[in-house]
């Protein structure tokens, strides 16, 4: 019951021009069958392991010749695969980056372990890892190279192109050749293939003993084997195949399968053999061993995690790299379904299965990112891409599937993610223009300032030649000459400078900017960011500050006082006329002066400090001082110094102001003279006072004694007492009367004014009748 693969072939038989019979011949091809399958298979596994692989992959011997390589390689070395094998490496890289590699080489040789390095090659950059493959003998006898382009920080696919030529089937190529023999084991005929296999004609085959088609050594052994066959029944025969040594006419040897069937026709016995060229079977069987170490070298060494899967999902193999990423061993994860992987997360395990299944409905699966967990339970990146294996009928047998470790990449991505993020924020909100120009001198960027600052919009300019758009006509000549050399280079004259120019605006109008420029390598062309200011505000606002500042200057120099403004390093920042004029300096050579050799004093350097004491406090100190000019005269001054401070409120200097006191200082000390003299005088004054209050209370006593005794008699002669009076005696009494009371007036306002002096009197105005006061004179005149 069990099936085979056979081949054959069906003749009919004439005889006098009429049919007698058919003739069939079969011959079983089931082993070679399965030999192709399995050199199919392993063909397959290979192919899909190149076309999965994401890595540079050559294949080279000691002398640096090409034995094989890949797609990937052979497009990064600008040749092509088919011509570039057989050729020598040196041929298509740059003397110096050849003999780099090739020492690398050497040293693999030597040392006969994996040497990794990096370089660069045309502005990219290289990882390489030389693999040493030995020998039976234990010798490096080729390398194999793994060539990764780390510039963009991504893995690149490389597929394999299995060349037809070099790949192509044997079985596809290959023909068994057919002999009929007769029992004397001579060959009555044989097919082309047969002739082919053993280098004669057709003509020259027929007739010949089937033992002088291999070696003489071999003849009794051959017969003796036939002879046993004669003497079975045919009923008891059953096909042979034995494997022998054949011998072309040429005399060489070659290693051929010989079936044989029997059949008898008229009672006599044939011999149908069926004779196969084993050569290009041994070749194959070669060349399977050698891919079979290929593969398991690539399978080995490559810095990816492959894994291979079957049909159903259960891990048939997977390299050693899993045990340096993942932590675990071979053995921990053969056999293993997806759904029990330990290194899997729960929403990776169902991803991975989901995408599996797929790959049986035949869809094309990108690559994805997955989740995998290390034996120490820390949380990394993996890139799983992966291909199917199928057999001869196109069945899929499993999966292979290669995993890079993209941890570093994936945080890589985040910080960059973040950081265009940033960059778009802080371009969007920027209050300047920021544009990019390409290395055609194309406007590559444009920010919305840029929009509002020049009246485009980023679909209008982008793509238009910057300098074209937004530099006036004048300055067209000096770009052209200059952006070659930017091309080239990255370098001008402009940049990593700020500088102020003209630009252009969409309505024509020429307005002044700031422009910060800079360049950058991307792709290995050069490009300029530009950061363009507008300062048409602060070019005016310059203007007015000039105009204020020269005001301010010739009011400053139309002071009296000497000003100057010293910084936190105590040296002078400015100064007014008067100030140099006082400091004994030129105006031009005290700006960066230190204060103290500038006018300082005695507490210059010390904890009494006037500018330490400022800043320490944070207040104005006044202050009066003795200053030393340059020339070392001293010159005494009244001194104000005031914290200069930010629009922050820190303080950022000190103002000193000087007002030169020398002619109030003389002034002074006369007043001081003359104050002294005063204060004399007034000791003389009060002394003469005292006498004079002494003389005014003896005088009034003096006068008033007398005064009441004439008082006393005038009222006496008035009364009549002293006897009767003429009218003209009394007129002449009252005239008296009146001047001694007069008299007596007068005294008390004397000594009413002694009282005034001393304070203890003091004068109330009041009103009074002026007629009365005119009568009284009259009366008294």
């Known amino acids: 019951g069990r099936e085979i693969y056979v081949e054959g072939s069906i003749n009919g038989r004439f005889e006098n021009g009429k049919f007698v019979s058919t003739r069939a011949i079969f011959r079983d091809v089931t082993e070679r069958k399965k030999m192709e399958f399995k050199l199919r298979e392993s063909e397959a596994r290979l192919r899909a392991l190149f076309d999965a692989t994401t890595e540079m992959l050559i294949l080279v011997d000691e002398d640096g010749n090409i034995l094989d390589l890949n797609d990937a390689m052979a497009a990064s070395l600008g040749g092509k695969k088919e011509e570039m094998i057989g050729k020598n490496m040196r041929d298509y890289l740059p003397p110096d980056i050849f003999e780099k590699r090739y020492a690398h080489a050497l040293k693999n040789v030597k040392t006969k372990k994996p040497v990794q390095f ?42 394999l192109k299995e060349s037809e030529e070099r790949y192509r089937s044997l079985m596809e190529t290959a023909a068994d050749g057919i002999l009929i023999v007769d029992e004397t084991l001579r060959i009555i005929s044989g097919n082309k293939s047969a002739a082919r296999i053993f280098g004669y004609s057709k003509k020259e085959l ?25 003497y079975m029944n045919i009923s008891e025969f059953s096909r042979r195949t034995i ?82 990423w993942l932590g675990y061993t071979r053995k921990e994860l053969i056999g293993k379904s997806i759904e029990k992987l330990p290194a899997l997360s729960q929403e990776s395990k169902k991803i991975a299965m989901r995408r599996f299944s797929q790959r049986f409905q035949k869809r094309k699966i990108s690559s994805y990112d997955l989740e995998f967990i290390t034996k120490s339970g820390a949380v990394v990146i993996g890139r799983v891409r992966g291909t199917v294996m199928e057999n001869s009928d196109g069945r899929i047998t499993g999966v292979l599937v290669m995993i890079s470790d993209i941890t570093e990449q994936k945080q890589f991505e985040e910080k960059l993610r973040e950081s265009e993020e940033k960059l778009r924020t802080i371009t969007s909100a920027a209050h300047d223009a920021i544009l990019m120009m390409d290395n055609d001198g194309n406007i590559s960027y444009w920010n919305k300032a840029a929009e509002k600052m020049f009246g485009y919009k980023a679909e209008e300019i982008i793509g238009k030649n910057l300098h074209m758009a937004l530099a006036p006509p004048r300055f067209h000549e000096a770009h052209k000459k200059a952006f070659k050399k930017f091309r080239e280079t990255g370098k001008g004259a402009a940049v990593g400078k700020s500088l102020e120019l003209s630009a252009l605006r969409k309505d024509g109008t020429e307005f002044p900017v700031e422009l910060s420029l800079s360049s950058v390598k ?157 204060r004399q005088q007034n000791e003389k004054l009060k002394r003469l006072n005292n006498l004079q209050k002494i003389f005014l209370n003896v005088t009034s006593h003096e006068l008033r004694t007398p005064m009441a005794a004439i008082k006393g008699y005038a009222d006496l002669l008035t009364m009549g007492t002293l006897g009767d009076l003429t009218d003209e005696q009394k007129e002449a009494i009252s005239v008296m009367r009146r001047n001694i009371d007069r008299l007596d007036n007068l005294i008390k306002d004397i000594l009413d004014i002694s009282r005034l002096e001393s304070g203890t009197l003091s004068i109330q105005p009041t009103k009074c009748d002026l007629l009365e006061i005119i009568a009284e004179v009259l009366a008294t005149i």
């Open 206 to 230: 027929s007739g010949k003993p089937l033992w002088e088609m291999m070696p003489k050594r071999l003849k009794d052994n051959f017969l003796k084997g036939i002879k046993k066959l004669n």
């Open 243 to 324: 494997e022998v040594v054949g011998l072309r006419k040429d005399g060489k040897e070659i290693p051929i399968e010989l079936s044989f069937s029997m059949y008898e026709i008229n009672g006599r016995r044939y011999f149908t053999s069926i004779i196969r060229d084993a050569s290009e079977r041994k070749k194959i069987e070669e060349e399977l061993r050698e891919r079979e170490e290929k593969y398991r070298t690539i399978f080995e060494t490559s810095p990816e995690v492959i894994v291979l899967f079957d049909r159903h999902g259960h891990i048939v193999d997977v390299n050693d790299r899993v045990r340096n």
């Open 522 to 678: 991307m792709d290995g062309r050069w490009h300029a960011i530009g950061i363009v200011r507008d300062i048409t505000e602060r070019k005016r606002a310059e203007v007015e500050l000039k105009e204020a500042y020269d005001k301010i200057e010739t009011l400053l120099n139309a002071a009296a006082d000497g000003i100057r403004i010293v910084n936190r390093d105590f040296k002078v920042t400015a100064l007014n006329d008067m100030m140099a004029e006082l400091a004994g300096v030129k105006k031009s050579e005290g700006v960066g002066m230190l204060c103290s050799d500038m006018f300082g004093s005695e507490d210059c350097g010390t904890q009494n400090c006037t500018m330490m004491r400022v800043l320490k406090s944070g207040k104005k100190i006044k202050s009066r001082t003795l200053r030393r000019r340059f020339d070392g005269k001293m010159v005494p001054c009244l001194h104000v110094a005031t914290p200069l401070k930010d629009e922050k409120g820190d303080i950022v200097g000190i103002i000193d102001d000087f007002r030169d006191i020398t002619e109030l200082e003389r002034v002074e000390i006369n007043l001081a003279k003359a104050h002294y003299k005063l």
């Open 118 to 159: 990096e370089d660069e090659r045309n502005g990219r950059f290289f990882h390489s890892t030389f693999y040493p493959v030995f020998d039976e003998n234990g010798e490096v006898h080729r390398i194999a190279a793994f060539i990764k382009d780390i510039t963009e920080e991504k893995k690149m696919q490389i597929q």
